[in-house]
């Protein structure tokens, strides 16, 4: 439990500092389409590796539908990726995304 909520503080502070237009945290969390399309995809990739496709791909449509970014489950991205601006974008099973 720590360590998903040290990701999320982590997150919330990347986009601090990648993103002057942020003022404040509860604008982050609740209007970044970005941050929820990342952590969805942790969700979903988390399913992914245990082998709960139908699951995994469940959430990341979802995720679609709601933020218009598309990351697939299998994936696999690192540390501090921000998507700014990101509707319409898509990201395949096999991109790993590293900082």
Not at 26 to 41: F, K, N, P, R
Not at 52 to 65: G, M
Not at 72 to 90: C, E, N, T, V, Y
Request: charged share 25%; proline share 2%; net charge positive.
């Amino acid at each position: 439990m720590f360590k998903i909520l040290k990701r999320i503080k982590d997150d919330i502070n990347m986009v601090f500092e990648q993103d002057p237009a942020a003022r404040s945290t509860l604008e982050v969390v609740t209007s970044y389409a970005g941050i929820h399309a990342v952590w969805s995809h942790l969700i979903a990739h988390e399913l992914y590796k245990r082998k709960k496709f139908v699951t995994a791909r469940l959430i990341s449509q979802v995720a679609r539908f709601f933020t218009g970014i598309e990351i697939h489950p299998g994936a696999q991205i690192g540390k501090r990726l921000f998507i700014d601006h990101g509707m319409g974008g898509s990201h395949w099973r096999d991109l790993s995304y590293w900082r």
